[in-house]
T-cell receptor, first 115, second 112 residues
């Protein structure tokens, strides 16, 4: 069964450094998402991406964050200058199409630790 | 999207059916009910979704009341591996918002 994959599984970085989290969505999917979950808290939506553009973003997704689909398979989340409060699990998800009824499938997540 | 209410925790004996309730009294006609679960800090796993009819798949059954104001997720024979946080999410279909809004969910503990 096709799966969303994410790398790395764990990233440790120093405050102020840039990090790039990588995701490979399911191959025939067209909508892509990033969510995050701070330890002990809810899963929160960050951004959705379709047709090489951001469709929606939350208040969390400020100028420090960016997303990109650099090639036909990868979908990345960049944090330009990490803060301590960016420490969280980051989940990528994808959906087959934009019908709105299609299911989002999540990857296993990247644990980001900012020191 | 409509808000959902779930009990914070439930226990279920291994091998028995786990029935997880969800209230979504403000649901509108174009909103689906989705269920996901999260085991430890793994990525949320899709379980099932429905609009107004009851649904069943290899993982679970979803029973939606006739007025659509509540639903129940049924795991027919719970195993220890079903211990997880279960999220009931209401989401619009069609153009517009596709994000999933997660609440705190129900922490299901399956007991040997």
């Amino acid at each position: 069964e096709p799966e969303v994959t994410q790398t790395p599984s764990h990233q440790v970085t120093q405050m102020g450094q840039e990090v790039i989290l990588r995701c490979v969505p399911i191959s025939n999917h067209l909508y892509f998402y990033w969510y995050r979950q701070i330890l002990g808290q809810k899963v929160e939506f960050l951004v959705s991406f379709y047709n090489n553009e951001i469709s929606e973003k939350s208040e969390i997704f400020d100028d420090q964050f960016s997303v990109e689909r650099p090639d036909g398979s990868n979908f990345t989340l960049k944090i330009r200058s990490t803060k301590l409060e960016d420490s969280a699990m980051y989940f990528c998800a994808s959906t087959r199409d934009s019908a709105g009824t299609d299911t989002q499938y999540f990857g296993p997540g990247t644990r980001l630790t900012v020191l | 999207d409509a808000k959902t209410t779930q009990p914070p925790s439930m226990d279920c004996a291994e091998g028995r059916a786990a029935n997880l309730p969800c209230n979504h009294s403000t649901i509108s006609g174009n909103e689906y009910v989705y269920w996901y679960r999260q085991i430890h800090s793994q990525g949320p796993q899709y379980i099932i979704h429905g609009l107004k009819n009851n649904e069943t798949n290899e993982m679970a059954s979803l029973i939606i009341t006739e007025d659509r104001k509540s639903s129940t997720l049924i795991l027919p024979h719970a195993t220890l591996r079903d211990t997880a946080v279960y999220y009931c999410i209401v989401r619009r279909k069609g153009a517009g918002s596709y994000q999933l809004t997660f609440g705190k969910g129900t922490k299901l503990s399956v007991i040997p």
